[in-house]
């Protein structure tokens, strides 16, 4: 093979390997480096041969001694190296690319039939693969659980929940049904429905909070109402009052990134446990006070009408009891 920066260079890995995405095995590549290679940083040309994997990645690798020129090991990633020097590199996998792989996660299943999937998920468990959960998440379940969802974007995952958020959703298991549904949550065709402990008590029986939704300037790992922000409508009732708590049903009619979350905290009701918008931990409650609880919709095939709802799980419905206890 001929690189711009090297004159030549192979790949040596288990033929298995090479024929499994998904192997762990390691793999190692080395290239016989030409005069364009002369005198560049070894990490700065490790990123150049090997661009899928990001130089802080490949720093580490070098770190940890698995860069090797002329057989011996690279002591630091400013090592400037020579034409005619035999360059050797062992890689693994990262940990994103490991993320999209098959897992037996339990899933709650409360309706499946050829083209779809409803869902009861619990609090904890990610919906996708991201930074600081490359595993065991709803995705991994997912293509654990039937095959074809390897073939899907998200493995068919049309709308998510927040780790801590329990309740339900729908997944897609093929492509016209994941198409369907996407159209039909972008027209607001889908009806979903979440029960919330809150924090104060509100003097409306019921309320429209309207009001665009975008990152936070101040913290980057919020989300706030913000002006420039896309728009978000949530409809709240107060279904019961405590002395200092509410019990609310939130019915979304867009759906924004911790829209609910950060809807009621600008109202000054945030959730029960949601530190990240100031909620406080109360009742014992380990997480937000959130549960996705009805979900209803048109069958994207048949079109017949399919609901669903979930009562709140151990802890909500605990904590629920306490607050809101005359």
């Not at 002329?70 to 034409?83: E, F, H, I, L």
């Not at 629920?320 to 206890?325: A, D, T």
Request: charged share 20%.
């Amino acid at each position: 093979m001929t690189h711009p920066t090297a004159a030549s260079a192979t790949v040596d890995r288990d033929d298995d390997a090479a024929a499994e995405p998904d192997a762990l095995e390691p793999e190692r590549r080395e290239w016989r480096l030409d005069a364009q290679a002369h005198g560049q940083r070894v990490d700065k040309l490790l990123a150049t041969l090997a661009p899928e994997f990001s130089r802080s990645h490949l720093q580490g690798v070098i770190a940890q001694g698995h860069v090797l020129l002329d057989g011996a090991a690279v002591a630091t990633v400013a090592r400037r190296v020579k034409a005619g020097q035999h360059l050797q590199v062992t890689l693994w996998p990262t940990a994103q690319a490991l993320a999209f792989r098959p897992e037996p996660i339990p899933l709650s299943i409360r309706f499946e039939d050829e083209h779809l999937l409803v869902l009861d998920k619990p609090a904890g468990l990610v919906v996708h693969p991201a930074a600081g959960h490359w595993s065991g998440t709803l995705l991994n379940g997912l293509l654990a659980h039937h095959r074809d969802a390897a073939a899907l974007p998200r493995a068919g995952i049309v709308h998510r929940l927040d780790k801590d958020t329990s309740g339900l959703m729908v997944v897609a298991k093929t492509t016209p049904a994941m198409t369907a549904l996407v159209r039909a949550i972008a027209a607001r065709e889908v009806q979903r429905i979440y029960h919330a402990l809150a924090h104060g008590v509100p003097a409306w029986r019921e309320t429209t909070i309207e009001a665009p939704i975008g990152r936070d300037p101040q913290q980057r790992t919020r989300m706030a109402v913000v002006a420039g922000g896309k728009p978000a409508r949530t409809d709240v009732r107060c279904l019961a009052r405590g002395h200092d708590a509410c019990g609310l049903q939130c019915t979304l009619h867009s759906g924004r990134t911790h829209q609910i979350r950060v809807h009621l905290a600008w109202r000054g009701h945030p959730l029960v446990g949601d530190a990240l918008y100031g909620g406080a931990g109360r009742w014992g409650l380990q997480r937000q006070g959130l549960h996705a609880h009805r979900l209803a919709f048109a069958h994207p095939i048949d079109r017949r009408a399919l609901a669903f709802e979930s009562p709140l799980p151990p802890d909500l419905r605990r904590a629920w009891q306490q607050g809101l206890s005359p």
